[in-house]
């Protein structure tokens, strides 16, 4: 088997979770989000699910699957209607697609051309390509303990596209696909890129004319309608406009869908000195209307269902991706290569040789007796209805674009004062410190999540965890009251270990979002699973079962912030947008001596928040100052005396205040155990046929704002936050209602 998917199938299979486990831990990151009484109500939901055996018809279908296939999440009858899909909401926020905005090229003294470093990042790319297709390419490994992760999401990269569907997204793939599609000014060129033995037809310095030339024809053949627009709608509407595009342009939308990927050249280049500016200009582009009402901006030169390379004028690149059907670690695998790769071109100029991380990938040689590919412009059949449509699509997405803002900002703290200095985990010292902020901001705990990955078990991919719970609920209270630093301390490395026990319980498969979300799904698509499993008691439709689509639920469907941490030193920025119209998204890079981190909203204060953000930053570790190190610099000028002091002095001080801290059994021991993921974001919302069922069961929305319990002490809650044991627990009265939970 090539090396790239040797011991695929010797990776073990991800385990299905208890119900109980999985309802324990929902209860747990909901109870800070609702009054006593929704609460109370959703604890009896959750008791008599639990206990019922509806719920364990369901479980028995999910197990089959788990047991007979690589992954139960991906399965028939559960797929098309998980969570890591895009709901209908896309409509009212920006394109909820992932971004990385790569570090300036290398020889940038050069001056290399946009359509220059288009082609090294295209041809880069291509050796990537045959190196997947070859098998060549070296595995991902865990980099805790060596071991392999699965390579299964590396076959979405490439020849990938999203599909609308009636239950929510498909995904169509082309395993032969040789052409890449290039869009300039919203138009699309394709040009083949590789023979039919897998050899690159176009160096680097050929590419970059033939893009030259693509530009140029841009410029003189403009477009009124932007066929890629419709890729920003709502899944319904273009499912619709899809439906009619294939029917009057079926072989160029084929052409698109089977391409490799998209190389979006965009024909503005930003100003550096205005905040954002270069943020904005690489993910949704600009919206700029002329005198006619036309669009002449960037934000029509994207299509999102599609991997994306942007490259601005002033050679400026990045990479987006739609979430629903690839994986962020091997987006950032596979542009931390093509970085390297173009990074080695300036060994190639020092001494000649050339270096290459794919030294067995051939170019097709210039040879006067081969007639190499040339580009082919896909000039589409557009009804006065798609017309239409397309000018609706472009103004509802200039509106989105205007409503929205990207802040970025760099905090002086990295590994080597968090992690090396304060003994903490990063990762989970930025999650915490935006917890604080929100609750100083707003006076409540938001509904967050963080993806962690699960890439350890075969065809896996992340779990999303829930940053909030009664421990984060009594730091976040602490740090805004006169609690002493030493009291804040304490908290702080309680919520530490609380979030570290989540990442870890998640990363060995047993969170409980993608559980709760695939019983649902089995429901939903209960008729597909009763004909595959004909020797299992059938899921009936009698009634909706309890709990699973209680609306106080989709507080975890919509969480108001996502926060994931991603970045390697090939990446300027990363960033996520809102999930939710009133959302927060934010992507931050964690490097040695400081903090990137991109925020976005719309019409909410992202400037104010991550300037708050980096004053809790600074607090917290002044409360270390106070707390660790200044003790730390008494303890050490107490040791002069030591060899002066009897030993039975000595034996009689019972002080424990740092080999208690970083013992082993201390949260901030080998402070970045467990924590592999934050590599992905995931579109959470739900899809409109789940949010109708919900909304039928009960019709009282439950809001976070009428919440009891978020600026006061909340009631204990002792089983629930310990709800990530694996041993079972008493379901007589599920949660021994509220003092035993």
């Not at 699910?49 to 719920?55: G, I």
């Not at 971004?99 to 001056?111: G, T, Y």
């Not at 051309?113 to 595995?139: H, N, W």
């Not at 009428?706 to 009631?715: A, E, R």
Request: net charge neutral; aromatic share 8%.
């Amino acid at each position: 088997m090539p090396l790239t998917f040797e011991g695929e199938g010797s990776l073990p299979r991800l385990p299905l979770p208890e119900l109980q486990s999985s309802a324990m831990q929902a209860l747990s990151a909901l109870k800070p989000l609702l009054s006593d009484s929704a609460f109370e109500e959703l604890v009896s939901n959750a008791e008599q699910f639990v206990t019922s055996d509806r719920s364990k018809v369901l479980q028995a279908h999910l197990r089959r699957l788990a047991e007979t296939n690589d992954n139960y999440l991906n399965s028939e009858g559960i797929f098309s209607t998980t969570s890591n899909v895009y709901g209908d909401l896309r409509g009212q926020t920006l394109p909820r697609n992932p971004f990385f905005i790569l570090e300036d090229d290398p020889m940038i003294n050069f001056a290399p051309s946009q359509e220059y470093r288009a082609a090294v990042l295209t041809t880069s790319s291509l050796r990537f390509i045959v190196a997947l297709k070859q098998g060549t390419l070296k595995s991902d490994l865990n980099a805790q303990n060596g071991q392999r992760l699965t390579m299964s999401s590396y076959h979405n990269l490439f020849g990938t596209t999203v599909i609308p569907s009636n239950s929510g997204v498909g995904l169509k793939k082309s395993v032969d696909s040789k052409h890449v599609i290039f869009l300039s000014r919203g138009q699309f060129y394709a040009l083949t890129v590789l023979s039919e033995n897998d050899q690159i037809w176009f160096s680097k310095h050929e590419l970059s004319a033939i893009i030259k030339n693509i530009i140029h024809d841009s410029a003189c053949e403009k477009s009124k309608y932007n066929v890629g627009t419709f890729t920003s709608e709502s899944k319904s509407t273009w499912k619709m406009a899809r439906s009619a595009l294939v029917s009057n342009n079926p072989e160029l939308m084929h052409m698109i869908d089977s391409a490799l990927f998209v190389v979006s050249l965009d024909h503005e280049a930003f100003d550096e000195t205005v905040d954002g500016n270069k943020i904005q200009f690489v993910t949704h582009g600009t919206s700029k209307i002329d005198e006619k009402g036309f669009q002449l901006g960037t934000c029509v030169n994207r299509y999102y269902d599609k991997i994306n390379l942007v490259v601005t004028k002033n050679a400026t690149a990045a990479c987006i991706y739609p979430a629903s059907i690839i994986d962020g670690t091997t987006v950032l695998r596979f542009i931390s290569d093509i970085y390297t790769d173009s990074v080695l071109r300036l060994a190639r100029m020092i001494n000649g040789k050339n270096y290459t991380l794919w030294t067995e990938i051939n170019t097709v040689p210039i040879n006067s007796e081969i007639v190499k590919p040339n580009y082919v412009h896909l000039k589409f059949q557009l009804t006065n209805e798609i017309c239409n449509g397309l000018h609706l699509a472009e103004s509802r997405l200039a509106d989105i674009i205007n409503q929205h803002e990207y802040v970025s900002k760099k905090i002086n703290m990295g590994k080597r004062c968090i992690r090396e200095r304060m003994k903490l985990p990063t990762d989970s010292f930025v999650q915490i410190c935006i917890q604080i902020t929100y609750y100083a901001l707003y006076g409540k705990c938001p509904s967050t999540f963080e993806p962690v990955s699960t890439r350890r078990f075969r065809d896996a991919r992340t779990e999303p965890i829930c940053i909030q719970n009664d421990t984060m609920l009594d730091l976040c209270q602490a740090f805004i009251s006169q609690t002493t630093d030493s009291e804040k301390w304490k908290l702080l490395l309680e919520a530490v270990k609380k979030h570290k026990e989540m990442a870890k319980n998640a990363s060995m498969g047993m969170g409980f979002e993608r559980h709760l979300s695939a019983l649902r799904s089995a429901f939903i698509q209960r008729n597909t699973l009763n004909k595959l499993h004909q020797d299992l008691p059938k899921i009936d439709d009698n009634s909706i079962p309890p709990f699973i689509f209680n609306p106080s639920l989709e507080a975890l469907y919509k969480p108001e912030l996502i926060a994931a941490n991603c970045g390697n030193p090939a990446l300027d920025y990363f960033g996520i947008t809102p999930s939710i119209p009133a959302g927060f998204g934010f992507g931050y890079i964690i490097k040695d001596d400081y903090i990137t981190i991109v925020g976005s909203s719309q019409w909410r204060q992202t400037g104010r928040f991550l300037d708050t953000l980096e004053r809790v930053f600074l607090n917290l570790k002044q409360v270390w100052k106070s707390v660790i190190a200044n003790k730390s610099t008494r303890d050490e000028e107490l040791q002069k005396y030591v060899h002066s002091i009897p030993m039975s002095m000595m034996t009689s001080n019972n002080s424990t205040w740092l080999p208690s801290l970083i013992s082993n059994d201390s949260p901030t021991s080998r402070a970045d155990d467990y924590i592999l993921g934050g590599y992905d974001y995931f579109d959470v919302e739900q899809l409109n046929v789940r949010s109708d069922l919900a909304s039928r069961v009960q019709s009282r929305a439950i809001s976070r704002a009428s919440s009891q319990v978020n600026l006061g002490k909340s009631p204990s809650f002792k089983n629930v936050n310990n709800a990530h044991t694996e041993k079972p627990i008493a379901v007589g009265r599920l949660l021994s209602l509220q003092n035993d939970l």
